[in-house]
């Protein structure tokens, strides 16, 4: 689904210029580029209407925490499963990250509608515009990042940082741990989203002498040579019942290993 070219898009170009946006129409597809590095460009600052509150807001950050301003097209399935990923996770929920959608087309009354209520959650930021206001303002984005560009994919995402500073662009699809990972690299949060693993570093001394003398006492046990002879009780618990010819338990190095590796987790 591309922007009509020739002619119009020679007409559009010219005008976008003379308005300092840049010269190109986005595209919908699979797969894009993202651009990131040590690059800090400071967020622009517009005012739209929240969708949900009807309130006025700003793409300004404004929090202690990291933001995303993404724009797409409501009927665009990469910013469908984008903002449904998003939608979905409980962390992005919690974590104090603000996310800003930005309708980039004109969409209608009931599509909005129904976006909002299929892919979006409450604690985000959706804000519908007309005449052409979110392309401008997706364009004036792009062009503070990189200058210019010849195509985009949606959804357009703009990963702006606790000093309202824009750090990375992405132009495709992505997941919500993908989003947290770069949000959480911006303020030290960690790599993710949390999955309960943390990596832990330690010293540990291991009483290996009392469990290796046990070894001994435990065969002493199963041969008789401690001077009885190895029995358990019957399955109902009411009887002995004795054994004989049981081989010697043999010391194996690598279940060691896994064991005081598996007591040294368990200390923690």
């Given at each position: 689904m591309k922007r009509s070219s020739g002619f119009l898009a020679i007409f559009l170009a010219f005008v976008m210029v003379l308005s300092g946006f840049a010269a190109a129409g986005p595209v919908f597809a699979d797969d894009g580029e993202g651009s990131s590095g040590d690059t800090r460009v400071p967020n622009p600052s517009y005012t739209l209407i929240d969708?949900?509150?009807?309130?006025?807001?700003?793409?300004t950050n404004s929090g202690a925490k990291a933001k995303v301003v993404i724009f797409g097209r409501v009927a665009c399935p990469n910013?469908?499963?984008?903002?449904?990923?998003?939608?979905?996770?409980?962390?992005m929920a919690d974590s104090g990250y603000e996310v800003m959608f930005i309708e980039e087309g004109t969409a209608t009354d009931e599509a909005m509608a129904e976006f909002v209520d299929t892919y979006c959650s409450d604690y985000m930021t959706v804000c519908a515009t007309s005449n052409d206001f979110g392309s401008q303002l997706m364009w004036n984005y792009m062009y503070s990042w990189q200058g210019s560009t010849s195509s985009v994919v949606y959804p357009v995402i703009f990963y702006i940082d606790e000093n309202d500073n824009i750090r990375k662009m992405t132009t495709r699809a992505v997941s919500a741990s993908s989003i947290i990972s770069v949000l959480n690299s911006f303020d030290g949060s960690g790599g993710g989203e949390d999955t309960g693993i943390r990596t832990a570093v330690i010293t540990a001394n291991c009483g290996?002498?009392?469990?290796?003398?046990m070894l001994n006492e435990m065969n002493a046990r199963r041969t008789g040579s401690n001077g009885t002879v190895p029995w358990c009780w019957n399955k109902d618990n009411?009887?002995?019942v004795e054994y004989s010819g049981l081989n010697e338990l043999v010391y194996d190095y690598d279940l060691e290993k896994i064991a005081t590796q598996r007591a040294a987790e368990l200390a923690l």
């Open positions: 969708y949900y509150t009807g309130k006025t807001v700003s793409t910013t469908q499963s984008t903002m449904r990923s998003l939608s979905n996770s409980s962390y290996q002498s009392a469990g290796r003398a009411t009887e002995k």
